[in-house]
């Protein structure tokens, strides 16, 4: 990170320690009356029961942090259907098919987006104390995760919280290495009269991935001779470069600002106590103004230090020193690097107007939108020969960039109580620019049941869109590849039927989708002109006999024949816990087994070059069930679980069948040839880690 964001980072935190002390040294429990007879004084807000709570960009409605424990075990990233590369904190791909929800112009890496915090969903909480959340987790291979989040309330209407995470693996497999940081800072004011209101975040991002191209020979893997998964050959290892780190490495950068302003015009109501010496202020909003704006830049660094020709053959042709010195690896050689970035700057102007009563209020928003995008790639493919036997290459920068005017439309009502109906109807249209056409169109109409029984909702969405510039253009010292592609069209349908009493939750969703943009086996980015579909049906259904409970996730995807997707039809997961109070409710546990499965089916391949996720249909898996035991328990404020993750390899171990309860292959990566001058072929996968041990705990502390 920059100095800047150091430095106010260090402002905030003195901030915050500054207030922690004050609160902290007021002894007095006995509330003191306030002669002064200031309205807006707030010396007694915080003498209040303990409430914390928190909202999101957009939505009146309010929320209360998790203190759950009964998938506690599970705090990390990778929750249902979403799978890694065998190591926490590497790329990750959704079994359960999902589009990028973006709009317009896009970078288009998305791999890294599970670890990922996003400006748009940041929690802007209200509390009336410090409140404090310090997480960690300890894996086998020194697989860590340290958390801390810091909100206090300056006022009763002011709100700052800060937010760090840190994940380091290097991983059961070689040079496989993690290293992701995250952090977030963010403010919500509202002012006493309602009148005004403010949001503004700062979001940092990077994710550091070390690639290993996959495991060469995946018997390696059911062999007694590499119990130690350091030892199985994997595709980019080079001995000769390093033991503990790539040198094929994939970087994701993001920085993030958000500043949403608001003002609203209504019927305003003043209340007082006893003494006068609070008040407060109820308003009904009847018509108002916002202004949002966001600025952004993400950069993607893609470096391979000993490149090997064949690794490129399908990107470029090129004889690297590396090979023509008869070595795998020469110092100082030739290199393969390449950097995106994209830059841009977003403000939209909205008006916005309110009808009906207070908390049931519809709202119609519109307004038009301006940015600026920019992207860049570098080094350029500029050949200079010199009269020396090696070549020379100019480097510098491609660069292109647009301005953009968008029209945006919203009519939305929200359900804020039991038996409400719901409703949001939103677009979003590109008018001008290279990005004119693009299109938004998302309906939604729900509704709570009363006593809180349940909800529906059903809900229609189309979107239009360019392909993203990682699609249209490839660039380094060796190579130009400019791909134009239509519009991808993408509309879904969906329903779901939320019943908690009957602990069962059931949805289903229809894809449509025309023009798709995908990768295919060759490393090259492709379009399916066919119009296909895709069908998903998933069921939740918990049982509950006295303290035992059965928790069952259910999903079935249809898709077509032909269609360029890698998704299982069938995945199941099944958790069966037994939970409890002990010890006059002073100690809550849930401790069970957890096993999850899919059915056969040709699993995505990953390309390490191109950071990206990729279709192909040669390679099936037939993968055996993951199993899990765990503990989870909670202590007032105090969560922890302990958990032996990947069971199923530790039976095959003791059985001596390690084909039939060992590693899961989750996907493939992309074709060896000539793996290390050694002669061999071979398509390599990525499988789950070994059996481990992993233990966590959440702590939240309250002044």
């Given at each position: 990170?920059?100095?800047s964001i150091?430095?106010?980072?260090?402002?905030f935190?003195?901030?915050?320690s500054?207030?922690?002390?004050?609160?902290?040294n007021n002894t007095?429990?006995?509330?003191?009356?306030?002669?002064?007879m200031?309205?807006?004084n707030?010396?007694?807000?915080?003498?209040?029961?303990?409430?914390?709570?928190y909202?999101?960009?957009?939505?009146?409605k309010?929320?209360?942090?998790d203190?759950?424990i009964?998938?506690?075990h599970r705090i990390?990233?990778?929750?249902?259907w979403?799978?890694?590369l065998g190591?926490l904190?590497?790329?990750?791909?959704?079994l359960?098919?999902?589009t990028?929800?973006?709009?317009?112009?896009?970078?288009?890496?998305h791999?890294f987006?599970?670890?990922?915090?996003?400006?748009?969903s940041?929690f802007f909480?209200n509390?009336?104390?410090p409140?404090?959340?310090?997480?960690y987790?300890?894996?086998?291979?020194?697989?860590?995760?340290?958390h801390?989040?810091?909100?206090?309330?300056v006022?009763p209407?002011?709100?700052?919280?800060?937010?760090?995470r840190?994940?380091?693996s290097?991983?059961?497999?070689?040079?496989?290495?993690?290293?992701?940081?995250?952090?977030?800072l963010s403010t919500?004011?509202?002012?006493?009269n309602k009148?005004?209101?403010?949001y503004g975040?700062?979001?940092?991002n990077?994710?550091?991935h070390?690639e290993n191209?996959g495991?060469?020979?995946?018997t390696q893997?059911y062999?007694?001779?590499?119990?130690?998964?350091?030892?199985i050959?994997?595709?980019?290892?080079?001995?000769?470069?390093?033991?503990?780190?790539?040198?094929?490495?994939?970087v994701?950068r993001?920085?993030t600002?958000?500043?949403q302003?608001?003002?609203v015009?209504?019927i305003?109501?003043t209340s007082?106590?006893?003494d006068?010496?609070?008040?407060t202020y109820k308003?009904?909003?009847?018509f108002?103004?916002?202004h949002?704006?966001?600025?952004?830049?993400e950069?993607?660094?893609?470096?391979?230090?000993?490149?090997?020709?064949?690794?490129?053959?399908?990107?470029?042709?090129?004889?690297?020193t590396?090979?023509?010195?008869?070595?795998y690896?020469?110092?100082?050689?030739?290199?393969?690097?390449?950097?995106?970035?994209?830059?841009w700057?977003d403000?939209?102007?909205?008006?916005?107007?309110?009808?009906?009563?207070?908390?049931r209020?519809?709202?119609?928003?519109?307004?038009?939108?301006?940015?600026?995008?920019e992207?860049?790639?570098?080094?350029?493919?500029?050949?200079?020969?010199d009269?020396?036997?090696k070549?020379?290459y100019?480097?510098g920068?491609?660069?292109?960039?647009t301005i953009?005017?968008?029209f945006?439309c919203?009519?939305?009502?929200?359900?804020l109580?039991?038996?409400?109906?719901?409703?949001?109807?939103h677009?979003?249209l590109?008018?001008t620019?290279?990005?004119?056409?693009?299109?938004?169109?998302?309906?939604?109409?729900?509704?709570?049941?009363?006593?809180?029984?349940?909800?529906?909702?059903?809900?229609?969405?189309?979107?239009?869109?360019?392909?993203?510039y990682n699609?249209?253009?490839?660039?380094n010292?060796?190579?130009?590849?400019?791909n134009?592609f239509?519009?991808?069209?993408?509309?879904?349908a969906?329903?779901?039927?939320?019943?908690p009493?009957w602990?069962?939750?059931?949805?289903?969703?229809?894809?449509i989708i025309?023009n798709?943009?995908?990768?295919?086996e060759?490393?090259?980015?492709k379009?399916?002109n066919?119009?296909f579909?895709?069908?998903?049906v998933?069921?939740?259904?918990?049982?509950?006999?006295g303290?035992?409970?059965?928790?069952n996730?259910f999903?079935?995807?249809q898709?077509?024949?032909?269609?360029?997707?890698?998704?299982?039809q069938?995945?199941?997961?099944?958790?069966?816990?037994?939970?409890r109070?002990?010890?006059k409710n002073?100690?809550?546990?849930a401790?069970?087994?957890?096993?999850?499965?899919?059915?056969a089916?040709?699993?995505?391949?990953?390309?390490?070059?191109l950071?990206?996720?990729?279709?192909?249909?040669?390679?099936?898996?037939y993968n055996?069930p993951?199993?899990?035991l765990?503990?989870?328990?909670r202590?007032?404020r105090?969560?922890?679980?302990?958990?032996?993750?990947?069971?199923?390899?530790?039976?095959?171990?003791?059985i001596?069948n390690s084909?039939?309860?060992?590693?899961?292959l989750?996907?493939?990566?992309?074709?060896?040839?000539?793996?290390?001058?050694s002669?061999?072929?071979?398509?390599?996968v990525?499988a789950?880690?070994?059996?481990?041990?992993?233990f966590?705990?959440n702590?939240?502390?309250?002044?």
């Amino acid at each position: 990170m920059g100095n800047s964001i150091k430095y106010l980072l260090g402002l905030f935190l003195l901030v915050c320690s500054w207030h922690t002390y004050a609160q902290a040294n007021n002894t007095s429990t006995t509330p003191k009356k306030d002669t002064t007879m200031n309205k807006t004084n707030t010396s007694k807000w915080k003498n209040e029961n303990v409430t914390i709570s928190y909202e999101v960009l957009n939505s009146s409605k309010v929320f209360i942090p998790d203190t759950g424990i009964h998938t506690f075990h599970r705090i990390g990233f990778i929750q249902n259907w979403e799978r890694d590369l065998g190591n926490l904190g590497s790329p990750t791909n959704n079994l359960f098919f999902t589009t990028p929800n973006s709009l317009g112009p896009s970078l288009g890496y998305h791999v890294f987006d599970a670890y990922k915090l996003n400006v748009d969903s940041l929690f802007f909480y209200n509390t009336n104390r410090p409140y404090s959340i310090f997480s960690y987790q300890l894996g086998s291979k020194l697989e860590q995760i340290a958390h801390i989040m810091h909100s206090q309330n300056v006022k009763p209407n002011w709100n700052i919280t800060f937010d760090y995470r840190k994940i380091n693996s290097p991983g059961f497999y070689k040079i496989q290495r993690n290293n992701h940081d995250n952090v977030s800072l963010s403010t919500n004011y509202k002012s006493l009269n309602k009148h005004y209101i403010l949001y503004g975040a700062m979001v940092y991002n990077k994710e550091q991935h070390d690639e290993n191209g996959g495991i060469v020979l995946d018997t390696q893997l059911y062999s007694a001779i590499y119990t130690d998964r350091k030892t199985i050959d994997v595709a980019f290892q080079n001995d000769q470069y390093s033991l503990t780190r790539s040198s094929v490495t994939n970087v994701l950068r993001d920085f993030t600002m958000l500043f949403q302003q608001s003002y609203v015009w209504g019927i305003t109501d003043t209340s007082y106590n006893a003494d006068s010496s609070q008040s407060t202020y109820k308003l009904v909003p009847k018509f108002g103004i916002t202004h949002k704006m966001e600025l952004s830049t993400e950069k993607h660094t893609f470096k391979d230090l000993t490149p090997d020709s064949l690794r490129y053959s399908s990107l470029f042709s090129q004889q690297f020193t590396n090979n023509s010195n008869g070595g795998y690896y020469s110092a100082g050689g030739d290199s393969v690097y390449t950097v995106q970035k994209w830059f841009w700057i977003d403000n939209k102007l909205l008006l916005n107007g309110y009808l009906g009563k207070e908390n049931r209020q519809t709202q119609f928003s519109i307004g038009l939108g301006n940015r600026f995008d920019e992207f860049t790639s570098l080094p350029i493919s500029i050949l200079v020969k010199d009269s020396l036997p090696k070549h020379l290459y100019v480097t510098g920068i491609d660069a292109i960039s647009t301005i953009s005017n968008y029209f945006e439309c919203t009519l939305k009502k929200e359900a804020l109580h039991a038996g409400n109906w719901e409703y949001n109807l939103h677009t979003q249209l590109f008018l001008t620019g290279n990005y004119a056409g693009n299109l938004l169109l998302n309906g939604v109409l729900g509704k709570s049941f009363k006593n809180n029984t349940g909800s529906f909702l059903i809900g229609i969405q189309q979107q239009i869109n360019n392909a993203p510039y990682n699609y249209t253009h490839y660039e380094n010292a060796y190579i130009q590849n400019i791909n134009t592609f239509n519009s991808e069209n993408i509309t879904s349908a969906y329903v779901m039927l939320n019943l908690p009493k009957w602990r069962l939750n059931i949805g289903a969703k229809n894809y449509i989708i025309d023009n798709y943009l995908y990768i295919d086996e060759n490393e090259l980015p492709k379009q399916y002109n066919i119009a296909f579909n895709l069908l998903q049906v998933w069921a939740n259904k918990t049982f509950k006999l006295g303290n035992f409970y059965l928790d069952n996730q259910f999903v079935y995807q249809q898709k077509a024949d032909n269609a360029p997707l890698n998704v299982p039809q069938f995945m199941g997961k099944h958790q069966l816990s037994y939970e409890r109070a002990m010890f006059k409710n002073a100690l809550k546990i849930a401790t069970g087994i957890e096993i999850r499965y899919n059915t056969a089916y040709s699993p995505s391949g990953y390309d390490a070059l191109l950071n990206q996720f990729y279709y192909q249909k040669t390679s099936t898996t037939y993968n055996n069930p993951e199993a899990a035991l765990f503990l989870n328990f909670r202590r007032k404020r105090f969560r922890a679980f302990i958990m032996a993750d990947q069971l199923q390899q530790a039976i095959g171990s003791l059985i001596g069948n390690s084909s039939t309860f060992g590693n899961t292959l989750l996907f493939v990566g992309t074709p060896v040839i000539n793996f290390n001058n050694s002669g061999i072929n071979n398509i390599p996968v990525y499988a789950t880690p070994d059996f481990n041990i992993k233990f966590g705990f959440n702590w939240i502390m309250i002044n």
